[in-house]
């Protein structure tokens, strides 16, 4: 939601079946640099909320086709928090209907006849009374923010570095484009920036390699009413918007399209942007972090990457290491990982784990390690310790000296997800938990992968529909 009362500018939806009355009410606010949506019944009044989002709601207690009473109850409890402040307006022999209205969470009302100097006193009253909400709420989550556990945990003097970089970068406005190999982390590094940052909006995220290019679009840049998503439903802001003031994250940026880049492009030269299907221009107001596992560099060369776009981004560039290059903190990362899964009882690694996790050439990096962490956690309860054994990393990938392929990231995700099945004995709700995915999601994924649960035959658990190992 875009903050309130930008510049004076507020936000007004008018319930009011009384032609004359709503027209001059609406033509009023408009005089005074409001944006105004006028309806004459509580049907309307509700889409427009739906549609919309709104400051203030000036609504008639005696609408025709609706208990004013109950609408101020909706309004107040199903908008998004902090809900738009109800001026509630009755005529002069109702006002003891208008003070039950507010003690249902309306912030004022206007006895009938109202002057109008007397509405846009009430008007900017309430709008500061949101405002002061806004920032109330935005100054709990940026101390939440604060407060929270750092997201990166190294001891590896080069990602120091990276982090002191950051603590530079993250109070500025600049654009950082984050590089490094898949499952390094590029995405906790955004958000610990986006923390560390002065903004008080919300972050975004997309993902460029996961959505198709329309998908994309309007994930981004939003849409009208009737637009291509928008059909049948309401307008959509998009993350560009719907992040003002905060951190857009655009992941795997150079899998964009370029159609879609020279759009990006224009817009950041701009600084502005129009949904699509629209025609009003949207202020841009959002600070953009990109990451690729590509070199970019590389592809502007070979013409797969937009020149233009890749200087708006290249301000502050940072490059993550592989896991495989930082040795000394593999062992202190999978601590940290148990730590979360497990707690204060969580398992200890032996001298034989620690060898082994080091000498592993980890090719899905950090996430393959929170994998085989995970795994290894559910195999070893009981016990208290975790040994070499029970890392089962022969099936997970290459030790630094082999010479057999690695598995993919898609491969490593079949493998853990039967693993945790198995631990779990195929409780699915279990395992989704530990996985932290939906059932729904897990669902699709035994179907995906072909995943059958073992038969029991003779006292054993039969061949089932596993992983099979790479030859």
Same mark, same amino acid.
């Given at each position: 939601?875009?903050? #309130?009362?930008?510049?004076?500018?507020?936000?007004?939806?008018?319930?009011?079946?009384? @032609?004359?009355?709503?027209?001059?009410?609406?033509?009023?606010?408009?005089? !005074?640099?409001?944006?105004?949506?006028?309806?004459?019944?509580?049907?309307?009044?509700?889409?427009?909320?739906?549609?919309? *989002?709104? /400051?203030?709601?000036?609504?008639?207690?005696?609408?025709?086709?609706?208990?004013?009473? @109950?609408?101020?109850?909706?309004?107040?409890?199903?908008?998004?928090?902090?809900? =738009?402040?109800?001026?509630?307006?009755?005529?002069?022999? &109702?006002?003891?209907?208008?003070?039950?209205?507010?003690?249902?969470?309306? %912030?004022? %009302?206007?006895?009938? =006849?109202?002057?109008?100097? @007397?509405? /846009?006193?009430?008007?900017?009253?309430?709008?500061?009374?949101?405002?002061?909400?806004?920032?109330?709420?935005?100054?709990?989550?940026?101390?939440?923010?604060?407060?929270?556990?750092?997201?990166?945990?190294?001891?590896?003097?080069?990602?120091?570095?990276?982090?002191?970089?950051?603590?530079?970068?993250?109070?500025? @406005? &600049?654009?950082?484009?984050?590089?490094?190999?898949?499952?390094?982390?590029?995405?906790?590094?955004?958000?610990?920036?986006?923390?560390?940052? /002065?903004?008080?909006? =919300?972050?975004?995220?997309?993902?460029?390699?996961?959505?198709?290019?329309?998908?994309?679009?309007?994930?981004?840049?939003?849409?009208e009413r009737g637009t291509r998503g928008g059909i049948g439903g309401g307008r959509k802001a998009g993350l560009i918007e719907l992040a003002a003031n905060g951190t857009l994250l655009i992941e795997e940026i150079g899998a964009v399209s370029q159609k879609l880049q020279a759009k990006l492009s224009r817009a950041l030269e701009a600084g502005s942007f129009v949904r699509i299907g629209g025609t009003q221009k949207v202020e841009i107001a959002v600070r953009l972090i990109t990451s690729s596992t590509d070199d970019l560099s590389a592809a502007v060369f070979e013409g797969q990457f937009r020149e233009e776009l890749f200087e708006r981004l290249n301000v502050v560039t940072v490059t993550l290491p592989p896991l495989r290059e930082r040795a000394s903190d593999i062992p202190l990362l999978a601590r940290h990982f148990l730590s979360q899964l497990g707690g204060a009882g969580a398992p200890s690694l032996t001298a034989d784990?620690?060898?082994?996790?080091?000498?592993?050439?980890?090719?899905?990096?950090?996430?393959?390690?929170?994998?085989?962490?995970?795994?290894?956690?559910?195999?070893?309860?009981?016990?208290?310790?975790?040994?070499?054994?029970?890392?089962?990393?022969? *099936?997970?990938?290459?030790?630094?000296?082999?010479?057999?392929?690695?598995?993919?990231?898609?491969?490593?995700? !079949?493998?853990?997800?039967?693993?945790?099945?198995?631990?779990? $004995?195929?409780?699915?709700?279990?395992? #989704?938990?530990?996985?932290?995915?939906?059932?729904?999601?897990?669902?699709? $994924?035994?179907?995906?992968?072909?995943?059958?649960?073992?038969?029991?035959?003779?006292?054993?658990?039969?061949?089932?529909?596993?992983?099979?190992? !790479?030859?």
């Amino acid at each position: 939601m875009r903050e #309130a009362g930008g510049a004076g500018r507020v936000t007004a939806l008018v319930v009011e079946d009384e @032609e004359n009355l709503s027209q001059s009410l609406s033509a009023f606010l408009r005089g !005074r640099g409001h944006h105004v949506v006028s309806v004459a019944d509580s049907r309307s009044a509700l889409q427009a909320l739906r549609n919309e *989002s709104f /400051d203030v709601v000036l609504l008639d207690l005696g609408i025709r086709d609706a208990d004013g009473l @109950e609408l101020v109850r909706h309004i107040r409890a199903d908008a998004d928090p902090p809900p =738009p402040e109800v001026i509630v307006m009755t005529g002069s022999a &109702s006002v003891e209907t208008a003070i039950t209205g507010m003690k249902l969470g309306a %912030y004022d %009302y206007l006895a009938k =006849p109202y002057r109008m100097a @007397e509405v /846009d006193v009430v008007v900017r009253r309430a709008c500061e009374k949101l405002r002061l909400a806004r920032e109330n709420r935005s100054l709990q989550a940026r101390l939440s923010r604060i407060d929270a556990t750092p997201e990166v945990v190294t001891q590896y003097a080069p990602m120091h570095a990276v982090l002191s970089l950051l603590g530079r970068v993250a109070p500025t @406005e &600049s654009p950082v484009l984050i590089t490094g190999e898949s499952g390094t982390g590029k995405r906790l590094l955004a958000r610990a920036i986006h923390r560390l940052s /002065d903004r008080t909006g =919300p972050m975004g995220e997309a993902d460029g390699a996961v959505l198709t290019e329309s998908a994309l679009e309007g994930e981004l840049f939003g849409h009208e009413r009737g637009t291509r998503g928008g059909i049948g439903g309401g307008r959509k802001a998009g993350l560009i918007e719907l992040a003002a003031n905060g951190t857009l994250l655009i992941e795997e940026i150079g899998a964009v399209s370029q159609k879609l880049q020279a759009k990006l492009s224009r817009a950041l030269e701009a600084g502005s942007f129009v949904r699509i299907g629209g025609t009003q221009k949207v202020e841009i107001a959002v600070r953009l972090i990109t990451s690729s596992t590509d070199d970019l560099s590389a592809a502007v060369f070979e013409g797969q990457f937009r020149e233009e776009l890749f200087e708006r981004l290249n301000v502050v560039t940072v490059t993550l290491p592989p896991l495989r290059e930082r040795a000394s903190d593999i062992p202190l990362l999978a601590r940290h990982f148990l730590s979360q899964l497990g707690g204060a009882g969580a398992p200890s690694l032996t001298a034989d784990a620690v060898a082994a996790l080091e000498g592993y050439a980890w090719p899905g990096n950090i996430r393959e390690l929170r994998a085989v962490m995970e795994r290894s956690f559910l195999l070893s309860r009981g016990r208290g310790e975790i040994r070499a054994q029970d890392l089962a990393l022969s *099936s997970a990938g290459p030790s630094r000296s082999a010479a057999r392929e690695p598995l993919t990231l898609l491969e490593l995700e !079949r493998q853990h997800i039967w693993d945790v099945l198995m631990a779990t $004995k195929w409780h699915q709700g279990e395992t #989704a938990r530990l996985l932290g995915i939906s059932e729904k999601t897990l669902y699709r $994924k035994i179907r995906e992968f072909g995943f059958q649960r073992p038969r029991r035959s003779n006292g054993q658990n039969g061949g089932g529909g596993g992983p099979q190992a !790479r030859s």
